[in-house]
């Protein structure tokens, strides 16, 4: 007899299961129909962010740079970077002009939200840094110079006709998509401006590579002190926000506001993509791009920016004056 009442429960058990997986399945059947196609969901699940075809542009014609164990069979080789991540590269454009720059590797990190770097090195400030570079900062700085790169201060205001600034810098990332193909993007391209609703201009990036003067630890009194690469100590390889240990800056004049720059989640792969990165030197034609479209910028209105402060900066904004109490009249 209780055998006979377990297996009522237990039929009776299966029968209530197998009914609450038929309204399951009758549901997903229904949001499949109102997405027909399989339909991109309307917005990201888990950060709300809706697709935005303004942030969305064309791939970068760039020839493809592999970094394998044969870079230095390719015909644009010249030479490894010391720490082996990486080479220095020259070619000819079309016209027979030299084309000179460096190629690193890098992961991707932070694909939405705002940031205040697009590369930094490890140890740096990945939370809110789009990639990762992965070569020493040292070499990469001594790479930029011998392809031709100068030093030199950020522009008073983007104009790259300016003079005794640094070399402006092009930028480009490649990866390899899911299609099994390369894809490039200009660095520029992969950063979201907020106060523009589109994709940061494409003004490249200023070579600062500031130095720091850092005391001898074998000086007893400390008068004895050596200049160290800044972008050494704050891994800031390229900066959105400006940042005076950069190594590359950004030279347009709202840089100064930590809330205007975000990764751009429509163009990005996935966190932990590896991407090539590569910094080189810009053709005549995108010289002549650049110095257009920041005249065009130098006519459009900023509006109120905020001046952001960096970390260990804080008590170095302007204090308020004191306000002066009134005199008490003379007894």
Known sequence: METRKARATLVGFCLVLALLAGVFVSR??????AAPGGAAPAQDAETGLKPDPKLVVQPFPEPEIVLDANV???????????????????RRDEKGKKIAGVVVPGVVLVTRG???????????KEHETILRLECDVQSLD????????KRGRLPSKADISEANQGSRVLALVQWTGEDGKSVTYRSEDLVVSTRRQSPMPRVGWTYVGAWAEMPDPASPKGEKKHKVLAAANSRSYVTTFRDQSALLDNPLEEAIDDTIFAANYMLLPRSGTPVRVIFRTPTQPELKEIAELEKFLATQPLGNLRHGLHQGEAGTEEKKPEEKKPEEKKK
Request: charged share 15%; proline share 5%; net charge negative.
């Open 72 to 90: 230095n069979k390719r015909p644009d080789f010249v030479a490894q970077l010391p720490t082996g991540n990486g080479f220095i590269f020259e």
């Open 114 to 124: 705002l940031v205040e770097l697009f590369g930094c090195g490890e140890g740096g």
């Open 28 to 33: 997903s059947h229904a949001a499949e129909q």
């Open 142 to 149: 001594l790479a930029l110079t011998s392809a031709g790169l």
